[in-house]
Antibody, heavy 122, light 112 residues
């Protein structure tokens, strides 16, 4: 069974940091690009960023709104991806999802996690 | 960034009736490789998103054939031939042509 399980969400004060994890099973993690997407009821869905696989040099890309504050990484030996978030603001409050992205002639998000909520508040 | 504009915002539909959702991108989603990188997803209440359509018109594995995608360039449509009660949720389009990947605002489909 394919699973992506996010963890690490919670309440953090503005200016604080938080590290989310995305644990994968049921597919070849090392061959997968992993993306992070966040969702709020007010602003809808926003792509946060991604880390590609080893054959693509683990290339990362980020949304402008998080560039310089968020870092995406992965540990293929643990089938886990990470989203390190720092200098958090209330605008970063959202449910954060990780997803496996199929790359090739077809591109799409094949699997999604259940999401982990992040609340930035004093 | 590519802006995705989706309509309508809300779509009440009676069971057995058809439904149609539109999505327009601010620039063509046609890649130089000939593929068009537009997907449709459905997020049912309390669930994670699920892929319905990729490459604008290819139905994902396990998706009922009452769902179809069409369009090219900048204009795309998702159609449900006959809506069933289990089809309620938020539908949204997404472009994966280039980063940042961007989403439409979503269409909430509900049963009348």
């Amino acid at each position: 069974e394919v699973q992506l399980v996010e963890s690490g969400g919670g309440l953090v004060q503005p200016g604080g940091s938080l590290k989310l994890s995305c644990a994968a099973s049921g597919f070849i993690f090392s061959d997968s690009a992993i993306h992070w997407v966040r969702q709020t009821s007010a602003t809808g869905r926003e792509w946060v960023g991604r880390v590609r696989m080893k054959t693509k040099n683990y290339a990362t890309a980020y949304a402008e709104s998080v560039k310089g504050r968020f870092t995406i990484s992965r540990d293929d030996s643990k089938n886990t991806a990470f989203l390190q978030m720092s200098s958090l603001t209330t605008e970063d409050t959202a449910v954060y999802y990780c997803a496996r992205h199929v790359e090739g002639s077809g591109r799409y998000f094949e699997y999604w996690g259940q999401g982990t909520p992040v609340t930035v508040s004093s | 960034d590519i802006v995705m504009t989706q309509s309508p915002l809300s779509l009440p539909v009676s069971p057995g009736e058809p439904a149609s959702i539109s999505c327009r991108s601010s620039q063509s989603l046609l890649h130089s490789n000939g593929y068009t990188y537009l997907e449709w997803y459905l997020q049912k209440p309390g669930q994670s998103p699920q892929l319905l359509i990729y490459l604008a018109s290819s139905r994902a594995a396990g998706v009922p054939d009452r769902f179809s995608g069409s369009g090219s360039g900048i204009d795309f449509t998702l159609k449900i031939n006959t809506v069933e009660a289990e089809d309620v949720g938020i539908y949204y389009c997404m472009q994966t042509l280039q980063v940042p990947l961007t989403f439409g605002g979503g269409t909430k489909v509900e049963i009348k």
